[in-house]
């Protein structure tokens, strides 16, 4: 009776310990938080940004390099911005915010994304598309499981663009922008 008595306690000992580990796991996993290895763009499926065909936190087409820096450095993505002036004086450009309160603003457009590059490949979507960011924006964070993602909004809000292509375009320009400015600071 006593051996049975500590095998299930073992087990629910194990159980518990592993059901406390997960949230750990879910952030600092092998592929999660837009930290994973791979080619390509920051994410999850096929090249994107999100889930999905163009996701940016991980999956086969995910990078570990400058993409993952919202999460892997410990900084929120506000700090990144404002220590980055290079980065955010390219993203104020794109989105044609000037003066005193251009980086709030900037900062303040990075909120509710899932982490930096996704933000910067979607300010790359609204420049080269000519998507008003605020729809793009909306879109991605408010928006259905289809739309999420960079390549589904881009669907949404301009049908007769080739979506994919264009989210994996947006990517590779953010992945290039934020290993630009990483290299830089």
Request: neutral net charge; charged residues 15%; without cysteine.
């Amino acid at each position: 009776m006593n051996v049975k008595r500590l095998i299930a306690m073992s087990t629910s000992f194990g159980v518990l310990v592993f059901m406390l580990a997960l949230p750990v796991f879910a952030q600092h996993g092998t592929g999660g938080g837009g930290h994973a290895g791979g080619a390509g763009g920051i994410g999850h499926g096929e090249a994107g940004i999100g889930h999905g065909e163009g996701g940016t936190t991980h999956g086969k087409n995910s990078t570990s390099g400058p993409a993952g820096l919202a999460r892997t450095s410990g900084k929120s993505m506000s700090d990144l911005l404002s220590q980055n002036t290079k980065l955010s004086g390219k993203l104020e450009s794109m989105l044609g915010l000037s003066g005193p309160n251009a980086l709030t603003e900037l900062q303040g457009d990075a909120a509710g994304f899932k982490n930096l590059g996704q933000f910067v490949a979607a300010v790359h979507v609204s420049h080269n598309l000519g998507i008003p960011f605020d729809q793009l924006q909306s879109t991605m964070i408010t928006g259905d499981k289809q739309t999420t993602t960079l390549g589904g909004a881009i669907y949404k809000l301009k049908p007769d663009a080739e979506a994919k292509n264009e989210s994996k375009k947006a990517t590779k320009e953010a992945n290039n922008d934020l290993k630009e400015s990483s290299e830089q600071g």
